[in-house]
């Protein structure tokens, strides 16, 4: 059953179609890849589904309900939160206030409770530090959860902001590029991570990725982009050896 379904969507700026016509779905627990070459317009399309642009024409709907005209903060209460291509972290916070600022979609506590230090609001304090405990464990960042994000190496960074990503409970998340910039080592530590992520966190995963052998061994799914239109759809096998992906891509070496 689908969680995102997205029909004939179009972007324009102007005399520009950034996105043009795209239709595509994102089953429920699944994981979905966007790949296709720069200026394909995946960007625009994942900007459209969190709520940074509103399409031209078309729908986007979550569990069956429209996400259009909402703003970001309203898709994201919705259940879908995103990665940024540009790591996008509170820098001189702890690891943890990272994570925490994370849950504030979803914490009860007010100002009010805060001031008064109300035995509620303090319940509810120690079970979101618990749980940003969990998450940065999962990521192998739990000894650094007193550490200033900035003075993370790139890799743990990338891996901090899924993290806070995660911490808003959503029902899809979105990652782009979560593999930009990470040495070999770290980019098989995030493919095991996002294998296991969608079963650990309940989420359905939609990502944008160039790394193709990241894309092409966690992927059920994958969506082409080129031109910012469609251009092919289907398992990885088939998106291996469609014509047209080779050729958006100049040559079958870098879809291997």
Do not use: W
């Not at 994942?46 to 903060?73: A, C, H, R, W």
């Not at 600022?101 to 009860?108: E, P, S, V």
């Not at 806070?164 to 493919?191: F, Q, S, V």
């Not at 095991?192 to 995963?205: A, H």
């Amino acid at each position: 059953m689908p969680i995102l379904e997205v029909t004939k969507i179009t972007k324009q700026f102007g005399g520009l179609t950034a996105n043009h016509n795209i239709s595509m779905h994102v089953d429920e627990g699944s994981i979905t890849a966007v790949i296709g070459p720069n200026g394909a317009g995946k960007t625009t399309f994942f900007n459209m589904i969190t709520g940074v642009y509103q399409p031209t024409s078309g729908d986007i709907k979550l569990n069956g309900e429209s996400l259009l005209k909402l703003k970001p903060d309203e898709v994201a209460k919705k259940g879908v939160s995103r990665t940024f291509q540009n790591i996008r972290l509170f820098g001189e916070m702890s690891v943890i206030e990272n994570v925490l600022i994370g849950m504030h979609t979803h914490l009860k506590t007010n100002l009010f409770g805060i001031f008064l230090n109300l035995p509620a609001t303090k319940k509810e304090e120690i079970e979101a530090e618990k749980e940003a405990y969990r998450l940065l464990k999962y990521f192998g960042l739990e000894s650094l959860l007193n550490e200033k994000a900035c003075n993370l190496s790139y890799g743990a960074q990338r891996k901090l902001e899924i993290a806070r990503a995660l911490a808003t409970k959503p029902k899809l998340i979105l990652l782009d590029e979560p593999a930009a910039g990470m040495n070999p080592k770290e980019t098989k530590e995030l493919t095991e991570i996002i294998k296991r992520m969608g079963e650990e966190f309940n989420v359905s995963i939609l990502l944008i990725e160039h790394d193709m052998k990241l894309v092409m061994e966690i992927s059920e799914h994958i969506i082409v982009l080129d031109h910012g239109e469609k251009i092919a759809e289907g398992n990885p096998k088939a998106i291996r050896t469609n014509p047209k992906v080779i050729e958006a891509y100049l040559g079958s070496a870098a879809i291997h």
